[in-house]
């Protein structure tokens, strides 16, 4: 649903990187400006003494040197971390020896074909925002979305010229001017990878508007090529249907309650997790289209990852606050769409309940959608009796939507774990006492997640 890879191009002073910065950071991706690569490489080369001149041997560097792109690791104004060969060089990357000699190296033929392969490879983790100049024609001609970024000459001569009037130094427009053409000559009729729109890219004019409302256009941009059409969902349907036929064959389903799902408007389903099975179970099984969070480690898995992204799930990183996810999750309630999270974070080995965390609830509290409360049983057999030729019985039972009330303002933490707390009474509610686990004997009425007035169904909800 959500671009996991999105391009960024333009000429310079376009306002490309200050806007991918901002996008990557309302998103929680990555902001990647591909130009830092060259830079690392320049760099280097210059710590190793290595000739600038010499093509052959800054591109055997480039070949051997591992660069890599991170998020901020450090609270120093950095924008990402930039290590080569595992060695922190992000701020040897600004320094006026750089500054002279990246755009030779920047030219080399060999030098781009290594530095494509390893944007491509940090690129291909997904969430990331991307900016340069050859992204959506080059990098990555196959990315989520592509935006070209432009403007006048003149109005991006005029950015440069407040740049470098800025750092102190006096320059006259027209100067300015006359090397922003020559820079989008060069650019636009290099032999390697030239500088031009990509046919599919969706074109944005920054002339004369704010930053601020550059960014909401792009926002806009994303948010629109975000909703999946009616047509583009087949795979998560065929999924569905191919799954409820192998459940058929293994699994003895009791479903109770999927009455009670509404059937449009933003939805975080809230499902209690004791086996892997679980919240597989949520597509077949109920009226939605619903976008899971799901471990990351298992979209490391080449195929298994895509096919889960094709499926609409998103991974998250267990452990901490994955802010990224966060904002994924949020931007999928915003559309109207409902998501799957499992609020205890884990599987229960034992097959009781766990104490709930808070994410669920803060999704409540940012985005003002209802929770479902569904609880699944049953599924920690299905080995053993695969291992019999025994079908497993497994329980699934859907809950009444409720939502947050009387809240009044700030949330402190410990309110935060209050309601997870009650949320949890939900879904202990469902399920028989035995597996109420850390709820045994805990429960108590809810007082700020209440049972939603009206349930009223829609016409599908994708």
């Given at each position: ?14 306002g490309k990187s200050t806007i991918g910065e901002m996008l990557a950071q ?138 470098r009037l800025a750092r102190g130094e006096q320059v006259d427009f027209e ?223 859907v809950g009444a939507p409720v939502e947050l009330k009387n809240m009044n ?54």
């Amino acid at each position: 649903m959500i671009p996991s890879i999105i391009a960024i191009d333009g000429p310079a002073a376009s306002g490309k990187s200050t806007i991918g910065e901002m996008l990557a950071q309302r998103l929680g991706y990555l902001y990647f400006d591909t130009g830092v690569m060259y830079r690392a490489v320049t760099a280097v080369a210059l710590a190793r003494a290595i000739a600038i001149q010499d093509e052959a041997a800054i591109t055997r560097l480039a070949e051997q040197v591992h660069l890599d792109i991170l998020p901020p690791d450090q609270n120093d104004g950095r924008q990402y971390t930039v290590r080569a060969d595992a060695r922190d060089v992000t701020w040897d990357l600004r320094t006026r020896a750089v500054d002279a000699n990246v755009s030779t190296v920047s030219a080399y033929r060999g030098v781009r074909a290594a530095m494509k392969l390893q944007q491509r490879r940090v690129g291909e983790r997904g969430r990331v925002v991307m900016v340069g100049r050859d992204i959506g024609t080059v990098v990555f001609p196959d990315a989520d979305l592509k935006i070209f970024l432009d403007a006048t000459a003149a109005e991006r001569a005029r950015r440069r010229q407040r740049e470098r009037l800025a750092r102190g130094e006096q320059v006259d427009f027209e100067s300015v001017l006359r090397e922003m053409l020559k820079r989008d000559e060069i650019d636009s009729t290099r032999s390697v990878a030239p500088l031009k729109k990509a046919n599919d890219a969706v074109n944005v004019d920054s002339t004369g508007v704010t930053v601020e409302q550059v960014l909401a256009r792009v926002i806009a941009i994303v948010e629109g090529q975000s909703k999946p059409a009616r047509d583009s969902l087949w795979f998560y349907r065929f999924g569905n249907h191919l799954l409820r036929f192998v459940f058929s064959l293994i699994l003895r389903m009791d479903v109770r309650g999927v009455e009670r799902v509404p059937r449009s408007g933003a939805l975080i389903i809230a499902i209690s997790h004791s086996s892997w099975l679980d919240p597989v179970l949520l597509g077949p099984y109920l009226p939605r289209f619903i976008a899971s969070m799901g471990k990351v480690e298992i979209f490391d898995w080449l195929i298994l990852g895509g096919l889960l992204r094709a499926y609409g799930a998103f991974p998250v990183r267990r452990g901490k606050v994955d802010v990224s996810a966060f904002k994924v999750g949020l931007l999928i309630l915003k559309q109207g769409y409902a998501m799957g999270i499992a609020p205890e974070g884990h599987r229960s080995e034992s097959g009781k309940l766990q104490r709930g965390r808070e994410g669920a609830i803060m999704l409540a509290v940012r985005s003002g959608a209802p929770i479902l409360p569904v609880a699944v049983w049953g599924g920690k057999a299905l080995w053993k009796n695969l291992a019999r030729f025994r079908k497993t019985q497994m329980q699934m039972y859907v809950g009444a939507p409720v939502e947050l009330k009387n809240m009044n303002g700030k949330v402190s933490r410990e309110l935060l774990t209050q309601i997870s707390d009650e949320l949890m009474h939900y879904i202990a509610e469902l399920m028989p006492p035995e597996l109420h686990g850390y709820y045994e004997n805990k429960l108590r009425a809810p007082e700020y997640l209440l049972p939603v007035k009206q349930n009223e169904g829609g016409d599908g909800g994708e």
